[in-house]
């Protein structure tokens, strides 16, 4: 599962302001989907209106088939994996913070999510392992390895669908390379949309929409969108 659509979706955050103004798109179980589009474009509330954060005035969005507003908020929380563009951790250890929200999680499960992550050979040079401390309290983490975490924290969960919102931005360059190689890797695993401000980021995409004045301007595969510039 884990197909998602929205059809014809208009939405502003006040009466008089329309920021998606009948965006349609469909991507596949198992697709990955990039959102391209300057800042300010809506491409964050499209996130925001998957999670119910907001509803939209019209149009609907469905994920495999069924419109969100019927789907509990728990289930719709269990479908849709976000990796934030700027990950605040706990002042707990390194485990708390993969297990962030699951108090049933196991060692096992978390070790996993870590190694999926790429964050195991890190953690295995730590004195205490997933009781590290980070933060104030302990370790203080660069940022690609507290992008790594946060990486680990929504493969825990095992969404169908993945949202990576500008999840390498905040990074160097070189960071941002590495953990774009393993963002990749996981993409190829689910239903994900990647949102990013630049073209040049989303080569790996299947397909990208480019959103322009709350519609989508233009849509294709990362060399059809280049040829058109
Ligand atoms: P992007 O992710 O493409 O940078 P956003 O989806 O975050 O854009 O924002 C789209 C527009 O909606 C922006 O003009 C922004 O100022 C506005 N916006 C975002 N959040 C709110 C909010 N909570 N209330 C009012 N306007 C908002
Ligand atoms: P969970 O603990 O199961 O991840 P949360 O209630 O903390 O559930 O939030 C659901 C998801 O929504 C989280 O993955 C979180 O990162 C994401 N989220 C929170 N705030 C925003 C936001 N403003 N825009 C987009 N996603 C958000």
């Keep these: 599962g884990g197909a998602v ?3 014809d979706v208009v ?3 006040e009466a008089d302001r329309t920021i998606l103004n009948g965006v349609s798109f469909a991507v596949g179980a198992g697709e990955t989907l990039a959102i391209v589009g300057p ?3 809506g ?3 499209i996130a925001r209106l998957l999670f119910r954060f907001y509803d ?4 609907r969005i469905l994920i495999d088939g069924q419109d969100i507003r019927a789907v ?3 289930s719709l929380r269990a479908a849709i994996g ?3 563009q700027d990950t605040v951790l706990f002042n707990d250890s390194i485990g708390y913070n993969i297990a962030y929200g699951r108090a049933d999680a196991r060692v096992e499960e978390i070790a996993e999510a870590a190694k999926g992550a790429a964050i195991d050979g890190f953690i295995a040079m730590l004195p205490q392992g997933y009781e590290t401390e ?3 309290r302990g370790l203080k983490l660069s940022g690609g390895e507290k992008q790594r975490v946060a990486i680990a924290r929504t493969l825990l969960k095992n969404p169908p669908v993945l949202i990576l919102d500008e999840a390498t931005s905040a990074l160097d360059s070189r960071t941002e390379a590495a953990i774009q190689d393993t963002l990749e890797r996981i993409a190829e695993r689910r239903t994900t949309l990647v949102i990013a401000h630049r073209l040049s980021t989303v080569t790996s995409a299947d397909r990208i929409i480019v959103l322009d004045r709350g519609r989508v301007a233009e849509t294709g595969t990362h060399d059809q969108l280049l040829a058109m510039r």
């Design 39 to 41: 800042s300010g474009a």
């Design 82 to 84: 976000i990796v934030p």
């Design 43 to 45: 491409k964050s509330t």
């Design 134 to 136: 980070v933060g104030e």
């Design 5 to 7: 659509a929205f059809e």
């Design 11 to 13: 939405f502003g955050y």
């Design 72 to 74: 509990t908020q728990q």
């Design 56 to 59: 939209p005035q019209g149009g």
